[in-house]
């Protein structure tokens, strides 16, 4: 063996004594044990005990090599050693050939090719009377590889940067570059500290298994930034304006305050941005360098910075070589003016807007570029922006790429451009908002905009990535009206991939269930026509509280069924029309709640049920026409970060069935991109409603508020109500969930909402985090309810009813008490005669106000929401609630 004995045999070669120290080194760094005794080697195979993979291994001591006479023919040459190997594969890899003269730079030249193929792992050549006889040892075969120690990054993310792999031919040198891939993903995730130590474990058939021993060691942070030069403006100042941030206790969970170099050159543009906005064009990063300590867990970075002097606006022009645009005019339009201070921002933005002005009348090519006259001596920047001249253009052709699912047409119909219509860059825009908010693809969707057959004609390319459109929706909260509350609905939204919307709905509760069935073609025909129906039932019990137990012998069932169809009038104003037949049956248990106390018949009893209960019993059929105007300026309908969608809504109740009413809705919102991922809203919405023909608004059709849509208050939880308070010995109850809590609803309501979404770093937002702080206020009012239907019981209430005989039927005998065996009197239902105080509360148009934080979140199993909410400000019998969530699913 090569660096292990002496080469035996006359004229035996071997690399040792042919290349010198450094040459050995480097082959010997190729035995699989190296650094290891040759018994200790086999020993270590034999146990299975790791090695560790080494580097070269300093040059042994040289070998005495017997001497040859050169220049003698080459008889034959005999391999030995190959096991996988042919012996002709082996020759095949050398340049020595039967025939030629054996020397010395021939022997060298046979080894360092065979080392060179890394198929071997030791080889040596020996010469004998014409016999050259090649004795090599293979590496070995790599059985499989083995990670330990990686918890930060899983198998699936390093296994297919490691190169080296099974049934593969072991060498050194893939290892060490594996080992260097491995230690990059490592840095890629500011883990500076991590190592990776190779280690083998050899085995039969000339065998090894590669394990790699991973310490990750923990994220290096950036433990203090330094800026020098800087003269107008504070480190800390300086500092805010940084994506890469110090780390402190305060910024536990923040994710930059990890080292990162790609960070840290944004960091310099970013530096360079501000300066410049604040009039310090000559500004520059003289230097960037960041310091790893010596303990391998933090960086120090220094920046180097030279400011420059201030400048302000010199002469601002605008020079148009288009004949459609008057510089003077537009130059009166610009925001920068002459003396104010330079900002380099505010000429970017300027250059968008003149380009978006001229590809709004067509020019989609045109050119705008500042000229700069900088004096040096004044500290003036003068500005002149030249609009080159560029062909009118035209839409040759609007390309769809990408869908699979989705059929052309439905993307097609939502451009607001036709291929041979004149090129306008706001219908451009306008058109990728509309393909946006169908919902139905990527969020960061544009229309590409590339060069035609010629300088006059543009290509619209709208390459779409598909997402699931179906929606598996599942949500579930608590409140002291309906007490838990599951619901789930499925939908999809691109049916077919026509555009079509079909969707199916269901919930239920300890005390109300409903299913729903709706179905959506937005183009009716293919035409520019909406088209909507929805079929419903909806069952309510309980509705009120009875002895401190919920009621569950009052029924509510309402069955219908409701069209709509809808045309756009503009661009953004669209007008729909609707038409609803509703049939509602109100219902009581009549051994609960009836009774014969006030005229001998029996009938409906408010001492039982309340007035404004027994008013709403029967079954009524409601013929409902109503008709819409819907504006839409949203740039996505899903999502929105900017636009207004606003809405006024009229119903009439009377053409035909048995209610007669009134009813006028209205809403609106407005979204606002405050820029750095900040979106705030502001929405507000109110309806009122009046009886028609002498009729009053029953409790079915009245307007309510809480949960959902006004947080921090359960459902129903605002308003007009009616609340029982029970007297026990002499003391009437303070306890909410002791009382009979019946929400009336009200005639008219006001609601308004302001939110702010927050961003978070690139982490959360790859995780699909978006919190949100909110303010909601409203109320709802004008319930006609006469104190004087309240029920009297402060004494004591014992109701009259009629007698039954032993067969359970009534006889013409009404008594006004029954008593148990010891005395005391009972109610027809078997409870005890009960005092109690009724309260009408909540009728006021005063405002609700409630604050709070809330969360969406797009987990791994399905969409969740979470609020908490504080009461700020309410009214008498108002219910807060501080606590709500839902989760769903897509597919």
Wanted: charged share 25%; net charge positive.
């Amino acid at each position: 063996m090569i660096g292990r004995e002496m080469v035996r045999g006359t004229g035996a070669r071997s690399a040792r004594g042919l290349w010198g120290s450094q040459v050995a080194a480097v082959l010997l760094g190729t035995t699989i044990l190296a650094g290891m005794p040759m018994e200790a080697s086999a020993q270590a195979a034999k146990a299975g005990k790791r090695a560790p993979v080494p580097s070269a291994p300093a040059a042994p001591a040289p070998a005495v090599v017997a001497p040859v006479e050169e220049g003698q023919p080459i008889q034959t040459i005999v391999v030995k050693g190959a096991e996988r190997l042919e012996a002709q594969t082996v020759l095949s890899y050398i340049k020595m050939r039967v025939g030629q003269n054996y020397t010395k730079v021939s022997a060298d030249a046979a080894l360092k090719d065979l080392y060179g193929t890394e198929l071997f792992k030791d080889a040596q050549v020996a010469f004998d009377n014409g016999v050259v006889t090649i004795t090599v040892q293979e590496n070995p075969v790599v059985n499989r590889i083995i990670l330990e120690g990686n918890k930060r990054i899983k198998d699936d993310k390093i296994l297919p940067e490691i190169k080296v792999a099974p049934r593969q031919i072991f060498t050194r040198s893939k290892i060490r570059a594996d080992v260097a891939r491995i230690i990059e993903l490592y840095k890629r995730q500011g883990r500076y500290a991590a190592t990776v130590e190779p280690k083998m474990v050899s085995l039969d058939q000339n065998r090894v298994d590669i394990v790699f021993e991973i310490t990750e060691g923990d994220k290096s942070k950036v433990r203090q930034i330094n800026i020098i030069g800087n003269e107008h403006f504070s480190a800390g100042e300086l500092r805010g304006q940084m994506v890469t941030k110090q780390a402190r206790f305060t910024r536990l969970f923040s994710s930059g305050t990890s080292y990162d170099p790609d960070r840290m050159a944004f960091d310099q543009q970013k530096l360079r941005q501000f300066y410049l906005t604040q009039g310090y064009a000559d500004f520059r990063v003289v230097s960037a360098v960041a310091e790893l300590t010596p303990d391998k867990k933090d960086f120090i970075i220094t920046y180097v910075v030279e400011e420059g002097k201030r400048y302000k606006f010199g002469d601002v022009k605008v020079e148009s070589q288009l004949r459609d645009f008057d510089g003077e005019k537009m130059a009166g339009n610009l925001p920068m003016h002459k003396g104010d201070w330079y900002n380099a921002k505010q000429v970017e933005d300027t250059i968008d807007s003149l380009n978006e002005t001229a590809g709004a009348f067509g020019y989609a090519f045109a050119d705008v570029r500042p000229q700069y006259d900088r004096d040096k001596e004044n500290l003036t920047m003068g500005l002149t922006f030249v609009i080159q001249e560029a062909p009118r253009v035209y839409v040759e052709k609007i390309d769809i790429n990408g869908n699979t699912l989705t059929q052309d047409k439905v993307i097609r119909r939502e451009f607001r451009l036709a291929e041979g219509d004149a090129f306008n860059s706001l219908q451009v825009k306008r058109s990728t908002n509309r393909i946006k908010s169908l919902g139905y693809f990527q969020e960061k969707f544009e229309v590409e905009q590339k060069p035609g057959s010629a300088d006059d004609r543009i290509l619209l390319e709208a390459n779409v990535e598909e997402k699931p459109t179906g929606e598996l929706q599942l949500s579930a909260g608590f409140s002291s009206l309906e007490s838990f509350i599951f619901q789930a609905s499925i939908r999809q939204r691109n049916f077919r991939g026509r555009g079509q919307t079909v969707g199916l709905s269901g919930s239920i509760s300890r005390y109300s269930k409903s299913v729903e069935a709706s179905f959506v073609e937005p183009y009716l025909l293919d035409k520019n026509v909406s088209l909507g129906v929805n079929i419903y039932r909806r069952d309510y019990n309980s509705f009120n509280y009875y002895n401190s137990d919920r009621n569950t012998t009052y029924e509510q069932s309402t069955t219908g069924i409701q069209i709509r169809a809808g045309v756009p009038l503009t661009e953004y104003l669209t007008a729909v029309g609707s038409y609803t037949l509703n049939y509602d049956d109100v219902s009581l248990d009549k051994d609960t709640y009836y009774s014969t106390r006030v005229n001998g018949t029996l009938q409906c009893d408010p001492l039982y049920a309340g007035r404004y209960l027994c008013d709403a019993i029967g079954k009524r059929l409601s013929s409902i026409v109503g008709g819409s105007l819907i504006y839409d300026t949203l740039d996505n309908r899903m999502r929105p970060t900017r636009g207004i969608t606003a809405s006024v809504n009229v119903d009439f109740a009377g053409l035909g069935g048995d209610v007669k009413y009134a009813r006028i809705r209205g809403n609106a919102s407005k979204f606002f991109n405050m820029g750095h991922g900040f979106i705030f809203s502001l929405s507000a919405e109110g309806g009122a409603i009046k009886g028609l023909a002498g009729q009053e608004i029953r409790l079915t059709d009245r307007f309510y508020l809480g949960q959902p849509q006004f947080r921090g208050f359960a459902i129903r939880g605002v308003g007009p109500r009616v609340l029982r308070k029970y007297i026990t010995d002499g003391v009437e109850s303070t306890k909410r969930s002791d009382w009979s809590d019946d929400a009336l609803g009200g005639n008219y309501y006001y609601m308004g909402r302001a939110e702010m979404e927050i961003p978070l770093g690139s982490g959360a937002r790859e995780m699909g985090l978006r919190p949100s702080i909110f303010a909601d206020v409203g109320a709802v009012w004008g319930t006609k309810f006469n104190k004087s239907d309240l029920t009297d019981c402060k004494n004591g209430c014992i109701p009259t009813y009629k007698v039954k005989d032993a067969n359970g039927n009534d006889t013409d005998t009404t008594t006004t008490s029954s008593t148990d065996s010891s005395g005391r009197q009972l109610t027809p239902t078997g409870n005890y005669a009960y005092n109690f105080n009724e309260y009408f509360v909540g009728d006021t148009w005063k405002p609700r106000v409630a604050i709070g934080i809330g969360v969406n979140w797009n987990s791994p199993f399905g969409p969740f929401r979470i609020d908490f909410s504080r009461v700020l400000l309410k009214q008498d019998g108002d219910d807060p609630k501080a606590f709500n969530f839902n989760v769903g699913t897509q597919f």
